[in-house]
């Protein structure tokens, strides 16, 4: 189905919890806001995106042109951090809804002094939709997303046709989504999405240099088999 007749998400992948943050995380936090934290015209929630805020200049959000990433859900950025050192050469630009853990990100942004790596915080569905301008993307990464095991919540997952929808279209051609779950089932579930979409090709399953991160360490420690998967935009 196109994306323009596909219902609007109304159910988050996440929920809204109450954000206390110790006083070091939050002068972290506020300390870089329109800074490495973007400074994203709200909508009525926290977590949403004003319908009228206008798409990134990406030259200007990084100070410089180079291929951008994008992660969704990068937590702490256990995976962001390391990634972003090893690729000196690319812009990454993280969704992550909970404040805690951005200001854990940013904090440790200027503790090691990584230049390449800017935060917007807010809900990655209205953030790709409005923030990312179409084509603009080199990766997309969506590395243990919340996993909703409970059926009754499966409609919270992160990864169906309309966000595949949405990915590809701002992919650039031949660009890659990378996506790694700890959940057999939720591994079943992007599979049977993504092959099915005419918009990606799967590529061989690899982890590349993606690094350990807590998650998958406990979903390894509850003896979760860990699902890499590739695919590129066409
Ligand atoms: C299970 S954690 C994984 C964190 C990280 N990717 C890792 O592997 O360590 C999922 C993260 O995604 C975030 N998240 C869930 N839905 C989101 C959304 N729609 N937009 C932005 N962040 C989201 C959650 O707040 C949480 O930090």
């Known amino acids: 189905m196109p994306t323009d007749l596909r219902p609007r998400r109304e159910v988050t992948s996440f929920v809204r919890r109450s954000a206390r943050m110790r006083d070091s995380l939050r002068r972290a936090y506020e300390g870089q806001l329109g800074r ?26 990084f ?21 972003a050192q090893a690729h000196p050469g690319l ?28 935060v917007a915080p807010v809900d990655a569905v209205a953030g790709l939709e409005r923030l990312v301008p179409p084509g603009a993307l080199a990766e997309v990464w969506t ?30 051609p031949g660009g890659r989504w990378r996506l790694a779950t700890d959940w057999e089932d939720y591994a079943a579930q992007m599979r049977a999405v993504l092959d099915a979409h005419p918009a990606f090709v799967a590529e061989p399953e690899e982890r590349g240099d993606r690094p350990v991160t807590r998650f998958e360490r406990r979903g390894t420690a509850e003896d979760r088999p860990i699902t890499d998967l590739v695919y590129r935009a066409v």
């Open 91 to 118: 812009d990454l630009l993280a969704f992550e809804v909970y404040e805690p853990a951005v200001a854990a990100l940013v904090a440790r942004l200027v503790r090691e002094d990584v230049p390449n790596v800017r």
């Open 36 to 61: 490495l934290v973007l400074d994203v015209p709200q909508g009525e929630l926290r977590t949403s995106v004003a319908d009228n805020a206008p798409a990134l200049d990406l030259t200007a959000t």
């Open 143 to 172: 590395f243990f997303p919340d996993p909703w095991p409970k059926a009754k919540h499966h409609k919270r997952r992160l990864v169906d046709a309309a966000f595949a929808d949405l990915v590809a279209s701002r992919l650039a």
């Open 63 to 83: 100070g410089r042109s180079a291929p951008v990433v994008v992660e969704i859900g990068c937590g702490p950025g256990d995976s962001l951090v390391p990634m």
